[in-house]
Structure formats: C-alpha cells, structure tokens
C-alpha cells in the first residue's frame, strides 16, 4: 500500500494536497499488520516508509508537515513494546487525519462569508476546499454561477464541473484557460486553493499566477482558501515539480523540449484575502 501511494503521489493522480496528506498518513498504518523484533525496528522502518512519502512530493507542505509529525511523536513516545508503538501509531494517525478534514472543512465554512446569491466566481484547478465551501454556500440556499478553467494539461477543471453541475443552485461553465481576461470582467470574485504559502508566495496549480494578474487588472477581487497549516513561516522550502511530457504532447519531442511545471508562484500582493480554518488574512 505505502509503494502504491508513493507511486500515486509521484505521478500527481492525487491533487488535493490535502487528499495527499490525509492519503500518505492512512498509508503509513500498513505498517501495523507487520512483525518486527523489537520497537527500534518499527520505528526505523516507520521512518524509512516515510522518507519515501515525502520524497514522493516535496512541494506539498501539508505532505512533508504530517509526516514528519507522525513520526516525530512515535520517536517521543518511547514505547516499551512493538504492540504500544503501534496503537500510538494508530491514534497517532487517526487524530492528524482529523485535524487536516476538520481544518478543510472549517475554511470552507469561512470562505462561504465570501459568497452571496446572484454572484458570479471564477475558479481554478480542482480545490477540495473551494469546493467545500460551494457546498456549504449551496446548504445556506446561496444561488451562484461558477466559472471553472479547464486547469491544463490535466483538465482538472473539467472535475470541477461536473461536481458542480450536481448540485442545486449552482450554475457550472467550463473555460478554457486563456479565457480568463474575457470571462473575469463578468465575475464579482475569484475563488482558489493553495498549495502552500511561504513567506509573501503562493504556490499552486500552475496557472494560477497569470489567473491573479489578470484579475488584479480588472479589478476582480482573489481569495485563496485553505488550511492556516498551509501558511508555512519557517522550515519548509517549496520545490517545483515537473510532470510527465505525456500529458502535454503525445508524439515524440523531436528537436524541441517540453515543460510541463506542476505550480507556479504568485505574490501575495496580487491576492486580496487568504481565508484559513483559523482567520482570514487580508494583503
């Protein structure tokens, strides 16, 4: 399970961050069903599983922040047998995945102070938060158009849609990307999620930079939602990832290269709130 995951996590297939996070830490409890010889051991191959998890993505800062977390407490916890370190790795898990369910949940309960019946929002990439927090507007009977970009090479925007397109109240309308400047005079408000947020940047879907200076031009107000465990202030440094070529070009590359970037970097100061489970940030 923690090779699957790891191979999963590799090959972006999970994009949420926090189905990341939440998906590396539940893959860790394989480790429970295996015998070890002593305490040592499974606190050794715990922290190999892992290094190996968070190797798989080092841009995602929710990924790299719970395990290590994780194992840090299994460490402290001094155990004097492999079955206590083993519930404690259980209990251990179980309340890290709450938190990071509960802190999503939370912001989205936030961000619907955002929303108002007859608004018009564009969004971008496939957000479990945003999304959250659609849903939450659609319970307080908020009646509200969606744009959603396409989010290329992955079309993750197309996902978007179609959950969108199930709910109630909701009216979806897929675009492609470099629509943005024709479809944003006609939005009250962008709506994104993050990956990260270090210092004065914000790491996301790539696409999400030229989405928030055209937006800043137009006039069009962005928030970004998300979990304050996202907002990193020190120990963490964001690293790009590059994905497969395939998702761009399918034929042979002859004589040219092929970028396919997985984020880009957008300065907080295109960005006018970041909505968290804890408090909302205004720049």
């Known amino acids: 399970m923690i090779d699957e995951t790891v191979e999963e996590?590799?090959?972006?297939?999970?994009?949420?961050?926090?189905?990341?996070?939440?998906?590396?830490?539940r893959a860790l409890l394989a480790l429970v069903?295996?015998?070890?010889?002593?305490?040592e051991e499974y606190v050794r191959t715990l922290e190999q599983n892992s290094d190996a998890l968070r190797r798989a993505n080092r841009?995602?800062?929710?990924?790299?922040?719970?395990q290590r977390e994780i194992v840090t407490r299994i460490e402290?916890?001094?155990?004097?047998?492999?079955?206590a370190a083993k519930e404690r790795t259980e209990a251990v898990v179980e309340e890290v995945v709450d938190r990071i369910q509960s802190a999503k949940r939370r912001a989205g309960e936030r961000a619907v102070d955002l929303l108002s019946s007859g608004d018009t929002v564009y969004t971008f990439d496939y957000s479990?938060?945003?999304?959250?927090?659609?849903?939450?507007?659609?319970?307080?009977?908020?009646?509200?158009?969606?744009?959603?970009?396409?989010?290329?090479p992955r079309y993750l925007g197309r996902k978007m849609a179609r959950t969108l397109a199930g709910m109630d109240g909701v009216?979806?309308?897929?675009?492609?990307?470099?629509?943005?400047?024709?479809v944003l005079p006609e939005c009250d408000r962008v709506l994104v999620g993050m990956d990260c947020i270090v210092q004065e940047t914000l790491y996301n879907r790539v696409g999400t930079y030229p989405l928030a200076a055209t937006a800043a031009d137009l006039g069009v107000p962005v928030h970004v939602v998300g979990?304050?465990?996202?907002?990193?202030?020190?120990?963490?440094?964001?690293?790009?990832?590059?994905?497969?070529?395939?998702?761009?070009?399918?034929?042979?590359a002859d004589g040219f290269t092929v970028e396919n970037p997985a984020y880009d970097a957008?300065?907080?100061?295109?960005?006018?709130?970041?909505?968290t489970d804890e408090t909302t940030h205004e720049y």
């Open 33 to 39: 069903d295996r015998e070890y010889p002593s305490v």
């Open 128 to 152: 479990s938060t945003v999304l959250e927090a659609f849903e939450r507007a659609v319970e307080d009977d908020i009646d509200f158009t969606v744009y959603c970009a396409e989010a290329r």
């Open 59 to 66: 841009s995602h800062a929710s990924l790299q922040t719970t």
């Open 227 to 252: 979990a304050e465990s996202k907002v990193v202030h020190q120990g963490f440094a964001f690293e790009n990832k590059h994905r497969d070529v395939s998702e761009v070009i399918r034929e042979p």
């Open 76 to 83: 402290d916890g001094d155990d004097a047998t492999v079955a």
């Open 171 to 182: 009216d979806p309308r897929l675009t492609v990307d470099n629509a943005s400047g024709t």
């Open 9 to 25: 996590i590799q090959g972006l297939q999970t994009h949420s961050s926090s189905v990341v996070a939440v998906k590396a830490a």
């Open 266 to 275: 957008t300065p907080l100061r295109l960005v006018d709130s970041v909505v």
